[in-house]
């Protein structure tokens, strides 16, 4: 297999495949790890996420998830599925509504709501649930390439 044939099978759905309505989501349950090894990467070591003594003296009463955390579950979906590799980000507004604890699974949710084809964006509403309830709503604006052309 062709280097170039490798390539095309990396890639996401170009500009011209998407629909205004196409969706698309990704899961997972939030453990103690996930929250130590986002505290690390991003720096964020905040005690309400990371130590219970603090936390309980806290609003929540426990520790809770970074928010970003769950908002990185939407760069998962851009990134892998929707528009997915090739994909980039312009821009995402995020408002959190509720916090997630440890054990909760945080599924983020995208769907496509307007295309601007001559721009090449794609605006998503954003979503990330715990069951039904929404805990975090945005809105992100994707820039996807186009089909190549053959030669």
């Keep these: 297999m062709s280097e170039q044939d490798v390539l095309a099978g990396m890639h996401g759905y170009y500009l011209e495949d998407l629909k205004v309505g196409m969706m698309a989501s990704f899961g997972k349950t939030i453990t103690e790890a996930d929250?130590?090894?986002?505290?690390?990467?991003?720096?964020?070591?905040n005690p309400i996420h990371l130590h219970e003594g603090f936390a309980k003296t806290s609003r929540f009463g426990h520790r809770i998830a970074h928010g970003m955390l769950s908002a990185s579950f939407i760069s998962t979906v851009v990134g892998t599925k929707l528009p997915g590799p090739g994909s980039i980000y312009v821009s995402q507004s995020l408002e959190?509504?509720?916090?997630?604890?440890?054990?909760?699974?945080?599924?983020?949710?995208?769907?496509?709501?307007?295309?601007?084809?001559?721009?090449?964006?794609v605006r998503l509403k954003t979503e990330c649930r715990r069951g039904e309830d929404v805990v975090l709503a945005g809105e992100a604006v994707v820039m996807v390439p186009r089909r190549p052309t053959k030669s």
């Design 35 to 45: 929250i130590a090894a986002f505290a690390g990467v991003s720096g964020d070591t």
């Design 96 to 121: 959190f509504k509720a916090p997630v604890s440890i054990g909760e699974t945080v599924t983020a949710v995208c769907e496509i709501v307007e295309i601007v084809v001559e721009r090449r964006r």
